[in-house]
């Protein structure tokens, strides 16, 4: 059931699938990938379990020479503290190209430097994916930028305050060096908790974000689910409430929305209920996979090439 090159489920049609198939760590509950990263739960064990529910063919992935990358840091004043960041560019260009820019959000556990599976960012940038015809094609010229966001699932915990570093800080500093400077020449990506925080980003921007792919998001669906798992994800019932990414859905009516969930992803509940909401038109891909390497690296693709076409027709546009 996994969606072919250049298209994806829209969210009517996985909403008509049948969804009762899912095993192995959706069993084990909305957050296994939390207790695995906390040391709680052995992850390959867990992932030995599944007798082929995580099986995901490896794509066939080609790169071009990939461009530069600039790293450093900066004093937050919103996280209060120094924060390291990430700047690549795609081949071909150079540290002052006037670009698209996608900030990539990382997952639980990692930093601006780890954010996307089994390539960095100047990598990503360098995929040549399958275009018409099945040919790989190069990504339509784009940035991508990474910052440190801590452990909080980008929402302000109290004396912290990691989306207005991205927006206030962050992003600005990219515009200064030509970046993400067009109309709505700005998309969010990540995966796990950086999938989640894409996404609700985009929620509390929709004027500034233009498109957003988030992969395996890490959606609970209430805030007792979340505590049990994290207590650190959310401040308060009321935190969650704000960063609720299914109740403020309708905010992406504007916004391209790309989400990717393997069917035995532990969250794949947050996700089939956000899908569910999702405004029309959001290209939804629920199939074969884990909260794991193999679903997340078969997912990077299609998942650039999306943020990509939805850039590359706004860049500059007014």
Known sequence: MRAGAGGGWTRRRVLGASLGGAVGLAAAGAGALELVARGVLPGQQVLNRLDGAC???DPPLAFATPGPSVSGSFYSRARRQPVGYTIAYP???QVGSDLPLIIALHPFGAGHERVLTGMTLAQALALRVAGRGGRAEPLPPMA?????????????PPGDDPMAMVIDEFIPMCQ????????RAVATMGISMGG??????????????????A??????TSYPQARAVNAGAYASAAAFARADVVTHAPALAGVAVRVACG???????????FAQVLPPGAVVDISRGCHS??????QEPPSLAFLGGHLAGGHLAG
């Open 91 to 93: 081949p071909g260009h």
């Open 196 to 213: 989640y925080g894409a996404i609700l980003l985009a929620e509390k921007y929709p004027t500034l974000i233009r498109a957003v792919a």
């Open 55 to 57: 099986s995901v063919p």
């Open 263 to 273: 069917l035995s992803d532990p969250f794949h509940p947050g996700v089939r209920a």
């Open 215 to 220: 992969i395996g998001p890490a959606i609970w």
């Open 293 to 298: 390497y193999p679903f997340f690296v078969a």
């Open 144 to 156: 991508m930028a990474a910052a440190d966001g801590g452990r909080s699932y980008w929402n302000p």
């Open 176 to 183: 200064r060096m030509g970046l993400g400077r067009g109309h």
